[in-house]
């Protein structure tokens, strides 16, 4: 019976300290969670994905040299430029002027003995410098929308072998100036400067309280192209833009054509007969946040790049730092689409958030028709498009701000997936590009009146 006793002792003892063990492991447990995080959409790819160089393109590129102004919009011709300033590394960059306008940007325009690089929108330096690498560690975040290169004279004092770079913002009232040191004075000369002399001929059209416009002063010859049309699969775009597209529904409205993706964060709409997507992450509220501007550009074009979006060749077009959008536009054989009969010749992105809170963009895919006979159109120069715009009682010339060929897009008559890409000029009024119309645009038209 003595043992007995002792037994249960014993166990008393070992059931006493199993539990105290237990329960100092219940209490220090800490569970391994693992962190949870928002679902990536699927890694599709509509497209090819692009460089920054090839989306960050000049409107225009402008030389002046011993009075003589030449100029171009073709990427290939401005390409020798490009390939050179890659090789540069932009240094000592200071701000000259904080209270820049109109007329000091005319001044600076009209020296001689330089190039003039014309951006449609807003390029900040962080963003350029894909182009034009910067030397100092921490970029400087300059907006610009025109950069002038200037080189030395036999009269000027500034050594052979260096570059004086000027940018300017007339919006942000800013001018800043950096140098560049090119390796060989002649390589610059020949490479750069001698593949330039066979640009077409410009002329500057000066305005009171107006900006410079530098247009072409012979006629164009250009060409009427024939695109077949077709739709990217609406399962690319669920599969890019939603982060579970398993569980987006499908509601169709048969009578309008327009079929709309949900699920319950997210909707994306598809106007099939016009060939548009909109897609509102309902999650993301606008401007909740203001990124640095370089950083809304390179987010909006990372975005884009993320799914393939390039279908087909889209350019930076503007930005508005204010509603957190940047727009990219639609080209054609180096003209822009500026007019179309479906819904968009543009890809729009809206940034909020951390994230992309809008997104609306064309569904279609072009793929050209070399078998098709393309009409050759010739247009008049730009000095005669601009006499006859002063001569419109309907316009005020000088609120023009700028002037260019572009394309309007429209169906081939009778054949539903074939659409005719025509040039035409175009001014710009209010931020809005408008045609003139072709009658008045090309060589031998009639005249019955500006659109």
């Known amino acids: 019976m003595k043992y007995l006793e002792q037994s249960k002792t014993v166990v008393l003892i070992i059931l006493v300290g199993l539990s105290i063990l237990l329960t100092f492991s219940i209490w220090s447990y800490h569970p391994n969670y693992e962190k949870v995080e928002k679902p990536e959409p699927s890694g599709v790819l509509m497209d090819k994905k692009r460089t920054l160089p090839e989306i960050i393109q000049p409107a225009r590129l402008l030389i002046r040299q011993e009075g003589d102004w030449r100029g171009t919009i073709d990427t290939e011709e401005m390409a020798p430029l490009f390939t050179e300033m890659k090789k540069w590394q932009l240094t000592d960059i200071s701000i000259v002027s904080s209270n820049f306008n109109l007329q000091k940007l005319n001044d600076q325009l009209l020296v001689d003995q330089r190039i003039v690089l014309q951006f449609d929108g807003e390029v900040p330096m962080p963003v350029f410098q894909s182009l034009l690498p910067v030397t100092s560690k921490k970029v400087p975040e300059i907006i610009f929308d025109q950069v002038i290169i200037s080189w030395s004279t036999e009269e000027s004092d500034i050594p052979k072998?260096?570059?004086?770079?000027?940018?300017?913002?007339?919006?942000?009232?800013?001018?800043?100036?950096?140098?560049?040191?090119?390796?060989?004075?002649?390589?610059?000369?020949?490479?750069?400067?001698?593949?330039?002399?066979?640009?077409?001929?410009?002329?500057?059209?000066?305005?009171?309280?107006?900006?410079?416009?530098?247009?072409?002063t012979q006629t164009q010859k250009l060409t009427q192209y024939k695109y077949l049309i077709s739709a990217i699969s609406i399962e690319d775009f669920k599969n890019a833009l939603f982060t579970m597209p398993g569980i987006v529904k499908m509601s169709p409205d048969l009578e309008a054509g327009i079929d709309k993706y949900t699920d319950d964060k997210s909707i994306m709409t598809i106007d099939k007969n016009r060939y548009l997507a909109t897609f509102v992450d309902a999650t993301a509220t606008e401007n909740q946040e203001n990124i640095q501007k370089s950083n809304l550009i390179a987010s909006t074009f990372n975005f884009i790049n993320l799914h393939g979006g390039w279908t087909g060749d889209y350019r930076y077009a503007k930005?508005?730092?204010?509603?957190?959008?940047?727009?990219?536009?639609?080209?054609?054989?180096?003209?822009?689409?500026?007019?179309?009969?479906?819904?968009?010749?543009?890809?729009?992105?809206?940034?909020?958030?951390?994230?992309?809170?809008?997104?609306?963009?064309?569904?279609?895919?072009?793929?050209?028709?070399?078998?098709?006979?393309?009409?050759?159109?010739?247009?008049?120069?730009?000095?005669?498009?601009?006499?006859?715009?002063?001569?419109?009682?309907?316009?005020?010339?000088?609120?023009?701000?700028?002037?260019?060929?572009?394309?309007?897009?429209?169906?081939?008559?009778?054949?539903?997936?074939i659409y005719l890409f025509e040039p035409t000029w175009f001014y710009r009024l209010d931020g809005v590009w408008y045609p003139i119309n072709p009658k008045d645009s090309q060589v031998g038209g009639d005249t019955d009146g500006l659109e």
Do not use: H
């Open 319 to 417: 930005v508005d730092y204010n509603a957190q959008e940047v727009v990219y536009q639609l080209y054609i054989e180096n003209l822009p689409v500026l007019k179309t009969d479906l819904g968009t010749a543009k890809i729009e992105a809206f940034w909020g958030n951390g994230r992309i809170y809008r997104y609306i963009r064309p569904t279609y895919k072009l793929a050209y028709l070399p078998q098709e006979k393309n009409k050759e159109i010739k247009l008049i120069s730009g000095i005669d498009v601009v006499q006859k715009l002063m001569a419109s009682n309907e316009i005020d010339f000088n609120k023009i701000t700028a002037l260019r060929v572009g394309l309007t897009m429209k169906q081939d008559e009778g054949r539903s997936s």
């Open 161 to 216: 072998n260096e570059l004086t770079i000027l940018f300017s913002n007339v919006k942000q009232k800013q001018l800043y100036r950096g140098k560049v040191k090119v390796k060989s004075e002649n390589g610059f000369k020949n490479d750069v400067l001698g593949s330039f002399q066979d640009l077409a001929s410009y002329e500057p059209i000066q305005r009171d309280n107006a900006n410079t416009l530098f247009l072409p």
